[in-house]
């Protein structure tokens, strides 16, 4: 009887790893049922076979148990608070307080269920409105948006110059056909 090396066949016997033991030929492990002792076996199977079916009830998590004798941190503006929770979590923070339409965008929005796609769309849409707001905001405030320091032109130039120069190149050409065509069409 052979000894299993390091690459060899899986039919080969193994030596015994512990004195007593018995070491099992492939046929022979087919044979051997030791699902009862591996934790968690038996996910995936048959839903009258899995361990912890019908599921345990979940805990009763809520405004009353969730967070127990915490001081709760008084908002300074209106907070969004997800569905899901009974109220805010001791501790929160918000760099952009609702206001203006993306503010009604965003309070719409946290109406729904956080697995809602309805909600994300939204949430997204009010990103992009309170991205025009802003710019808005600036202009009103006669301080138009630094679009070379926002944009990152300023990097974007110094380590990735063939991309601008490319940027650049396929913005003038599109320029020109616009003009071009606009020309002709009057």
């Given at each position: 009887m052979r000894q299993q090396?390091?690459?060899?066949?899986?039919?080969?016997r193994l030596q015994r790893p512990v004195p007593g033991g018995t070491s099992l030929t492939t046929e022979e492990r087919r044979t051997v049922d030791r699902s009862g002792e591996i934790a968690g076996?038996?996910?995936?199977?048959?839903?009258?076979?899995?361990?912890?079916?019908?599921?345990?009830?979940?805990?009763?998590?809520?405004?009353?148990?969730?967070?127990?004798?915490?001081?709760?941190?008084?908002?300074?503006h209106?907070?969004?608070?997800?569905?899901?929770?009974?109220?805010?979590?001791?501790?929160?923070?918000?760099?952009?307080p609702p206001r203006g339409l993306s503010g009604r965008m965003r309070d719409f929005a946290y109406r729904f269920s956080e697995g809602r796609?309805?909600?994300?769309?939204?949430?997204l849409?009010?990103?992009?409105?309170?991205?025009?707001?802003?710019v808005v905001a600036d202009v009103a405030r006669l301080r138009p948006p630094n679009l070379v320091h926002?944009?990152?032109?300023?990097?974007?130039?110094?380590?990735?110059?063939?991309?601008?120069?490319?940027?650049?190149?396929l913005t003038g050409a599109a320029l020109a056909i616009y003009l071009l065509t606009r020309g002709r069409r009057r």
């Open positions: 090396i390091l690459g060899s066949s899986s039919d080969d076996w038996g996910s995936d199977l048959d839903p009258a076979m899995r361990p912890g079916v019908p599921r345990d009830p979940m805990p009763q998590l809520g405004a009353e148990s969730l967070y127990i004798d915490v001081v709760q941190q008084s908002p300074p209106r907070i969004h608070k997800s569905t899901e929770h009974g109220r805010l979590t001791p501790v929160f923070g918000t760099s952009c796609l309805s909600r994300w769309v939204t949430l849409a009010a990103d992009r409105v309170n991205t025009v707001e802003g926002e944009m990152g032109l300023k990097s974007e130039w110094r380590h990735n110059r063939k991309r601008v120069y490319k940027v650049a190149a």
